[in-house]
């Protein structure tokens, strides 16, 4: 279940991602720095959402923290893009806090698998 809600709020941000990307794209900022993020930013879901087939509990853990270090990598590229005047602060701060809380779930997700040896 709550892999499940990780998971939709993980494709919920890659669609942000994708839109926020695009919009930066039309106002001819730094296309490396946006197609980065594009990258870490879908990467995240996919991550989660292959974990769900994973085969065994060490593989599962393995593309969990895949997951959490683009999440990782995602927050990033945010903060550059906004901090070189490519992103409004709005949408900033609404990409960063929904990546925070997905990261914070990963986080939890991965230790509550781990302590469960």
Same mark, same amino acid.
């Given at each position: /279940?709550?892999?499940?809600? /990780?998971?939709?709020?993980? *494709? ?10 695009? *919009?930066? *794209?039309?106002? *001819? ?10 990258? $870490? %930013?879908?990467?995240? %879901? ?9 085969? $065994? ?6 593309? /969990? ?21 490519? +992103? ?6 609404? +990409?960063?806090?929904?990546? %925070?809380?997905? #990261? #914070? /779930?990963?986080? $939890? $997700? ?8």
């Amino acid at each position: /279940m709550a892999e499940s809600i /990780m998971l939709n709020n993980a *494709k919920d941000f890659a669609v942000e991602i994708v839109l926020i990307c695009r *919009k930066v *794209k039309e106002n *001819k900022a730094e296309s490396v720095l946006v197609n980065q993020l594009l990258r $870490s %930013g879908t990467s995240i %879901g996919a991550n989660i959402h292959e974990s769900k087939y994973a085969q $065994s509990k060490a593989d599962f853990i393995s593309k /969990m923290q895949i997951a959490l270090k683009e999440c990782y990598e995602t927050e990033y590229w945010l903060e550059l893009l906004y901090k070189s005047h490519c +992103l409004e602060e709005n949408d900033y701060k609404k +990409l960063a806090n929904s990546c %925070g809380s997905i #990261r #914070r /779930m990963l986080i $939890s $997700s991965i230790n509550t698998v781990k302590s469960n040896n």
